[in-house]
């Protein structure tokens, strides 16, 4: 399971048990799930979002965080390796060491949004992600790497919600009351 706070906290908690996996600085209201449910999105107030492994992560208490390094991976998937285990960095504003662990960051992508409050879902599809603003804006990233593919000026109020309904659209709302299909292109 995961939570955005008001604190500008990611948080990912094991939905059985209670146990708070990892933590990250960044984040607020927005947050996101891949099509597939491998990727986490979320918006930072400031012109960033950042996605995350939503099943792999880095066991807290494990690594140097002096060096940054870690030596042990967690979760589902193949790592190309027999036993599971192999290195990697840490992620930028990981928490080391504590009672949580630190995410696998797939990738940072600064839009260009600006300041940014809008507590609008993030959607994803067509090999997109869609990050809906405050400001009337849609952006849409490469769901591979994060770089933007395109921007739209939809509104001048926030958008409400930007809803893939399939054939290459968006069903997309505004709180200006404007409603519109609208059909994806990919740059």
């Not at 609008?120 to 990050?131: D, E, H, N, R």
């Amino acid at each position: 399971m995961f939570v955005v706070t008001p604190e500008r906290r990611v948080h990912a908690i094991d939905a059985s048990s209670g146990r708070e996996l990892w933590w990250h600085r960044g984040g607020r209201e927005a947050i996101g799930l891949s099509e597939d449910g491998s990727a986490l999105y979320i918006k930072t107030m400031q012109d960033t979002v950042i996605a995350f492994d939503a099943v792999k992560f880095i066991r807290a208490g494990v690594g140097s965080p002096a060096s940054g390094r870690v030596d042990e991976f967690l979760g589902g998937g193949s790592s190309g390796s027999s036993s599971g285990s192999f290195s990697l960095t840490a992620a930028p504003g990981a928490r080391w060491p504590g009672r949580a662990g630190a995410p696998v960051v797939l990738w940072q992508s600064h839009t260009g949004y600006g300041y940014e409050i809008a507590p609008s879902p993030i959607t994803s599809a067509y090999g997109l992600v869609f990050i809906p603003t405050d400001k009337g804006d849609i952006f849409a990233l490469n769901a591979v790497d994060g770089s933007v593919a395109w921007s739209y000026r939809f509104s001048i109020a926030l958008i409400n919600y930007v809803l893939p309904i399939g054939n290459g659209e968006l069903l997309v709302t505004s709180m200006d009351g404007k409603v519109a299909r609208l059909r994806v292109r990919h740059s």
